[in-house]
């Protein structure tokens, strides 16, 4: 444990870019807990991050990874014990907090979830924050109501990490699946995941109207901007559209018609910060009766050094499915 592999990231006069250095954990954020990591995963916030692109460190340098599971290695808090399996998302890891990019990760006790029986650190990992938000927008439509019997759900960037398990996690809980995206090679892709339907993103009629034919009994949407939009616009009566992401753009041009005249719910999903009580109650249903049945098939495994290539994949738009890093 003397030294170990870490993706640390840098400010150099306002050029940020990170490498895989050689860390030790005196140099490491302070924390209750030490975790021995054994994966960590790709999302699009860490692309963000470590090439600079948005603005999301706090400080710099720092170690990559909003994601991490493994097993602790030292713990200062009676609730966690050597040996114990654990993972942590979200909190300020990998954006104040050293990340998930490294051999050993330290963080407040606070943030660390027991690792939920049912899943492994790999597939802990292939879920991800990605995974747990799209299992957070899952539980909070049901909680508004939404059941298979109430018709179709759609969801929109459907190839990217939290759509790709969005999908499946809801063809696993036997919903009517309908999947949105711009990528024409990817239609099988969707349906080996669960989607009913896949519609090819350019060819939807939007309309300008208020209010369009209601389609949708609710919607897991990571596009934001005009998507968006269109479904407030389209959402069939009590239904809700849980809203995850803004690759498409942050603003949203709607009308107060479709919450007033249907009784739509827009339902918002903040994965950080998530309250530990709700968090640790996704992460079980994640490893039960919402986990994909095809985690291997969204999964692809890389190493700390295939990071620039995913993340240049991710901001490109081009990325389908998961990245799991092996940081072993």
């Not at 799209?134 to 990217?160: C, E, F």
Request: proline share 3%; hydrophobic share 45%; glycine share 14%.
């Amino acid at each position: 444990m003397d030294t170990f592999r870490a993706f640390r990231i840098v400010n150099e006069d306002g050029r940020i870019h990170g490498s895989i250095v050689n860390a030790t954990v005196a140099e490491l954020s302070a924390g209750d807990v030490l975790i021995k990591a054994s994966y960590s995963s790709v999302n699009y916030k860490d692309a963000l991050a470590a090439t600079g692109t948005g603005k999301i460190l706090r400080r710099f340098p720092l170690i990559g990874g909003i994601d991490v599971a493994g097993v602790v290695a030292s713990s200062a808090a009676s609730r966690f014990r050597e040996g114990d399996e654990v993972l942590v998302t979200g909190y300020d890891l990998g954006v104040a907090n050293d990340g998930g990019y490294a051999g050993y990760v330290q963080v407040p006790a606070s943030w660390v979830v027991p690792m939920p029986r049912g899943l492994t650190a790999f597939e802990a990992m292939a879920l991800g924050t990605a995974g747990f938000t799209a299992g957070l927008a899952i539980v909070r439509l049901q909680q508004n109501g939404l059941r298979p019997q109430n018709g179709t759900v759609v969801v929109t960037g459907s190839t990217g990490g939290v759509g790709s398990i969005a999908v499946a996690g809801l063809a696993r809980l036997g919903y009517d699946v309908a999947a949105i995206t711009g990528k024409e090679e990817a239609h099988e892709y969707l349906r080996q995941l669960g989607a009913r339907e896949v519609f090819s993103r350019g060819t939807l009629e939007m309309g300008t109207r208020p209010l369009e034919k209601a389609r949708w009994a609710g919607a897991v949407d990571a596009v934001g901007g005009d998507m968006l939009a269109w479904l407030t616009r389209t959402t069939d009566a009590w239904g809700g559209i849980a809203s995850t992401g803004l690759t498409g753009g942050v603003e949203l041009h709607t009308t107060v018609m479709p919450f007033i005249l249907r009784g739509v719910s827009l339902i918002g999903i903040d994965s950080v910060s998530c309250p530990m009580e709700i968090r640790t109650e996704v992460w079980r249903r994640l490893a039960t009766d919402m986990k994909p049945n095809n985690l291997a098939v969204i999964a692809k495994e890389i190493a700390l050094d295939g990071l620039p290539d995913a993340f240049a994949t991710l901001l490109a738009g081009k990325a389908r499915g998961r990245f799991v890093v092996n940081v072993r």
